[in-house]
Nanobody, 125 residues
Framework: QVQLVESGGGLVQPGGSLRLSCEAS????????IGWFRQAPGKEREGVSC????????IYTDLAKGRFTISRDHAKNTVYLEMSSLKPDDTAVYYC??????????????????WGQGTQVTVSS
């Protein structure tokens, strides 16, 4: 059974940092597109960043550029999202998604994407 488990969320002050983890079980992240997405209350889900586990290539949306870093650890079957300079607008539930693909990002509307349960990030003083 494929399972993605996010962790690392929490309460942080503005300007602070967090590292989110997305640990996979039931699959080996050898040739997957892994994405981080987030959804704030009352807002639509939005993309944050993606990585190809095949070659490590990455892509960031504007909200993440310069502040967030995505990476993967094959040995731990885990993808990370390092977030810094956090703002109150970053408050959301953060989800990871995975799909066996050569692309960096999973097709979030496709039938073969796997989702985690999400981890809450709250940025507040």
């Amino acid at each position: 059974q494929v399972q993605l488990v996010e962790s690392g969320g929490g309460l942080v002050q503005p300007g602070g940092s967090l590292r989110l983890s997305c640990e996979a079980s039931g699959l080996t992240l050898d040739s997957y597109g892994i994405g981080w997405f987030r959804q704030a209350p009352g807002k639509e889900r939005e993309g944050v960043s993606c990585i190809s586990t095949s070659d490590g290539s990455t892509i960031y949306t504007d909200l993440a550029k310069g502040r967030f870093t995505i990476s993967r650890d094959h040995a731990k079957n885990t993808v990370y999202l390092e977030m810094s300079s956090l703002k109150p607008d970053d408050t959301a539930v953060y989800y990871c998604a995975a799909e066996a693909t050569s692309f960096r990002c999973p097709n979030v509307y496709g039938p073969n994407v796997h989702w985690g349960q999400g981890t809450q990030v709250t940025v507040s003083s």
